[in-house]
């Protein structure tokens, strides 16, 4: 996955998720936010498609994220490389 790729909002995924429910991802402009979709576990359908955290810096190489939970701030940083298109 590219920067570029994140910035397009495409969907995509951890490289090691594999199983038909599993989780994916996209980046929204709008609200400079990484929504995650549930995926049913029979067909891949998007059951939910919701908010997961806020993008507070985007590079080359990844991006930063932040959620609260509970009162406690949790801070991630990824890089693209980990991810594939789905």
Known sequence: MTKQDFLNGKAFKFKNWNNMGDCSYYYSQEGNNLNKQIH???????????????????????????????????????????????
């Open 40 to 86: 049913s576990g029979i067909d891949g359908e998007v059951l939910i498609d919701d908010f997961h955290l806020v993008v507070n810096k985007i590079t080359d190489e990844g991006f930063e994220g932040f959620n609260m939970i509970m009162m406690k701030e949790f801070i991630v940083n990824e890089m693209f490389s980990d991810f594939i298109l789905i």
